[in-house]
């Protein structure tokens, strides 16, 4: 799929010439799509994680695409400070999401030592020939000597 992706936008980018609104819209739809994967992270859509996952793969390939023909760029300052403003909003965005995945994955991890936890102890009931444990024949119960 991603090699698929550069291919298309290789030959998108090189059809074209390279403009600041180009460069300019490909870092945007980069900030909307890290957007885009920060809600479905917060609302645990996985199919949408996923499309924003392999747009992203394709929008970033698009600005490797980009920078690899930098020799026609001629970005005005002023361009330049634009860009710099947008890419700090990317970078800022990536590290939020960095976190929600973080804390997604401590959450799996507690769920999963729950479960093992639960299962090692039914397991603690057996030995090794699968047989249960003989119970403790202490009665902790006054009934048991009235019975």
Known sequence: MEEACLQITAHKVKMSEITFEKIKESYITIKTLL??????????????????D?????????IK?????????????????ELNEITAQIGHLQKNNEVLITHSLNVINKI???????????????????K????????????????
């Open 112 to 130: 999963f030592e729950g479960i093992l936890n639960i299962t090692s102890a039914k397991n603690a009931d057996y030995n090794h020939l699968g």
């Open 132 to 147: 249960k444990n003989q119970e403790s024949n202490l009665d902790i119960s006054s009934i048991t000597e009235e019975a």
């Open 65 to 81: 695409v980009i920078y690899e023909h930098k020799e026609n760029l001629n970005l005005t300052q002023e361009q330049k400070n």
């Open 54 to 62: 392999e747009k992203l793969i394709c929008a970033y390939n698009e």
């Open 35 to 52: 957007e885009q994967k920060q809600e479905a992270l917060i609302k645990k859509d996985l199919e949408g994680l996923a499309n924003c």
